[in-house]
């Protein structure tokens, strides 16, 4: 167990739909980061966020959008949903995420994303 | 940008035996290099890493290697068990860059 939790852990919905994915990242982390894991694309990084604030973007849609509460914890939301957005979102977390990529990621379990 | 590429894709060994599974990356700014383990339905779990300075760190059954001059690291598994069988994923960061470029995994099966 990581210490990162996600909710949901499977959700379904239709195309054209948006929804919400939730994450909470290790106690006493700053840096939450969202990745895509598709098929036929790997782990792909989408947006880090740092203490409430957007630190690195990634390969991230104009109509996915994530923020991190005072709380620490962030949700990434998915719009206007097509099939092709179908697949497992993880999130993860480092202690600091000043530089982030030097720093250790710990994964949470993930939510799978079915759009119908 | 990084780019890490990562072989086999697929990798069968029996029961006892070793694995070794490779990864290049072609930005020589990448000085942070850790391996995952994804087993099935669940998120990737950090099983080593190594930094730019050092060239070998090993964790009992696990090992990598660095070389940064050729661009390339390697994740040995010694003695391997049914309960190694996983997807591996290795990936590279660095100071710069604000998230990890990830390989495109290996599906390594132990046979009992």
């Known amino acids: 167990d990581s210490g990162v939790t996600q909710t949901p852990k499977h959700l379904i919905t239709a195309t054209g739909q948006r929804v919400t994915l939730r994450c909470s990242p290790r106690?006493?982390?700053?840096?939450v980061y969202w990745y895509q894991q598709s098929l036929d694309q790997g782990l792909q990084f989408l947006i880090q966020y740092y203490n409430g604030e957007e630190r690195a973007k990634g390969n991230i849609l104009e109509r996915f959008s994530a923020q991190q509460f005072p709380d620490l914890h962030s949700e990434l939301n998915l719009s206007s949903l097509e099939l092709g957005d179908s697949a497992l979102y993880f999130c993860?977390?480092?202690?600091?995420?000043?530089?982030?990529?030097?720093?250790?990621?710990?994964f949470g379990p993930g939510t799978r994303l079915l759009v119908l | 940008g990084e780019n890490v590429e990562q072989h086999p894709s697929t990798l069968s060994v029996q029961e006892g035996d070793s694995a070794v599974i490779k990864c290049t990356y072609s930005?020589?700014?990448?000085?942070?290099f850790p391996w995952y383990k994804q087993e099935l339905g669940k998120g990737p779990q950090l099983i080593i890493d190594i930094r730019s300075n050092v060239g070998e760190k090993k964790d009992q059954r696990i090992a990598v290697t660095l070389n940064k001059t050729a661009k390339h690291f390697s994740l040995h598994i010694t003695e391997t068990q049914p309960e190694d069988s996983a997807v591996y994923f290795c990936?590279?960061?660095?100071?710069?860059?604000?998230?990890?470029?990830f390989g495109s995994g290996t599906r390594l099966q132990v046979q009992p």
């Open positions: 930005d020589s700014a990448s000085n942070y």
């Open positions: 990936a590279a960061g660095d100071t710069g860059r604000r998230a990890l470029t």
């Open positions: 106690s006493g982390d700053l840096s």
């Open positions: 993860a977390s480092s202690p600091r995420g000043g530089t982030g990529g030097e720093e250790t990621q710990y």
